[in-house]
């Protein structure tokens, strides 16, 4: 079983519907939580990040924890043909933010 | 205000060869993170450096790679007798401590002959 699981999609919506993608994780010991956004050929580009449970807004976007069912969410409201991407994400124990472990990524096409 | 350059972007190896890729950090991080993506597959880590200092290097393979950030100049990840499977995006990440998230660059894309 995988540390993180993760959606592959892909994720299909029309332009201005609300995305949930959502990882499951195993390690209770997870305790930073991260997206990032991976467009096709280029590097992961860091969209938010949580420490333990709760939400947290940034315009568009609002991240949800759960731990207490290993649970995480992204919310993307009003998507827009420029959110296509791949979304990755990522959690790391409580030393801090350094081994990463990420999901395999959802992949998302929101259509005009 | 440049982000994390990572150079070659491609590289193209004959099996046996050796590959090298560099990583400069952003301006002000001292902390350098390797991570490889297969395709189909998530990242993985592989390292992590601070300037001359391995920190923790559990996810690298025991042979053929090392890596290392000396005190001038960008961090090197290094595969020695490359084989087909060694041909993944490598990336690079940096932050300016282990309270701060990390930033990453745009990989180098390998490919071995």
């Known amino acids: 079983q995988k540390e993180v699981e993760q959606d592959p999609g892909p994720l299909s919506v029309p332009e201005g519907a609300i995305v949930s993608l959502n990882c499951t994780y195993s390690?209770?010991?997870?305790?930073?939580f991260m997206w990032y956004r991976q467009y096709s050929r280029k590097g992961p580009e860091l969209l938010m990040y949580?420490?333990?449970?709760g939400n947290k807004e940034d315009g568009r976007f609002t991240a949800q924890v759960d731990k207490s069912s290993k649970y995480i969410s992204l919310f993307i409201r009003d998507s827009q043909p420029s959110d296509s991407a791949t979304y990755l994400c990522?959690?790391?124990?409580?030393?801090?933010?350094?081994?990463?472990?990420f999901g395999t990524g959802t992949r998302l096409l929101v259509s005009p | 205000n440049a982000g994390v350059m990572q150079n070659p972007r491609h590289l193209v190896r004959r099996r046996g060869q050796e590959a090298r890729l560099r990583c400069s950090p952003m301006?002000?991080?001292?902390?350098v993170y390797w991570y490889r993506q297969l395709p189909e597959e998530g990242l993985k880590f592989m390292v992590y450096?601070?300037?001359?200092?391995?920190?923790?290097e559990s996810g690298m393979p025991k042979e053929r790679f090392s890596a290392e950030f000396p005190k001038e100049g960008p961090s090197i990840l290094r595969i020695q007798q490359v084989v087909r499977g060694d041909s993944a995006a490598y990336f690079c990440?940096?932050?300016?401590?282990?309270?701060?998230?990390?930033?990453f660059g745009d990989g180098t894309r390998l490919s071995i002959l």
């Open positions: 990440a940096s932050s300016p401590g282990t309270n701060q998230p990390q930033h």
């Open positions: 390690n209770s010991a997870f305790q930073y």
């Open positions: 949580t420490y333990s449970s």
């Open positions: 990522a959690m790391s124990v409580n030393t801090g933010f350094q081994k990463l472990v």
């Open positions: 301006k002000g991080h001292s902390h």
């Open positions: 450096l601070q300037k001359e200092n391995i920190i923790d």
